[in-house]
């Protein structure tokens, strides 16, 4: 399994950006899809962005579509979000997931994802 480290997450107020990032270790990096998924106080922890193992496929969730951009650089074993204009409902913790398996990586339950990062806050203030 892959090990993910995610620094990063912060503070930010409603209407800025941050970005993400999640490092991958002891696994073939180009060999994962790779996922973010976030989960907000009360709330099932749900799909946000996803990128193929090649970089060509990506998927978003309705919710952050045309704000957050999800990128990978597999020369650096590691996987981006870019989030722009944030809002309040965008306070979470998210997590990086990486899977080696072949699995629809938007519509699969999070439960599946068989990697995961300790997860980063990222709070919005209004």
């Known amino acids: 399994q892959a090990q993910l480290v995610e620094p990063g997450g912060g503070l930010v107020q409603a209407g800025g950006s941050l970005r993400l990032s999640c490092a991958a270790s002891?696994?073939?990096?180009?060999?994962?899809?790779m996922a973010w998924l976030r989960q907000a106080p009360g709330k099932e922890r749900g799909f946000v962005a996803g990128?193929?193992?090649?970089?060509?496929?990506?998927y978003y969730a309705d919710s952050v579509k045309g704000r957050f951009t999800i990128s990978r650089d597999n020369a650096k074993n590691t996987v981006y979000l870019q989030m722009n204009s944030l809002t309040p409902e965008d306070t979470a913790v998210y997590y990086c997931?990486?899977?080696?398996?072949?699995?629809?990586?938007?519509?699969?339950?999070?439960?599946?994802?068989?990697?995961w990062g300790q997860g980063t806050q990222v709070t919005v203030s209004s």
């Open positions: 997931a990486a899977d080696s398996r072949r699995l629809p990586i938007a519509t699969m339950s999070s439960q599946l994802w068989g990697s």
């Open positions: 002891g696994c073939t990096f180009s060999s994962y899809a």
């Open positions: 990128i193929s193992r090649s970089g060509v496929s990506i």
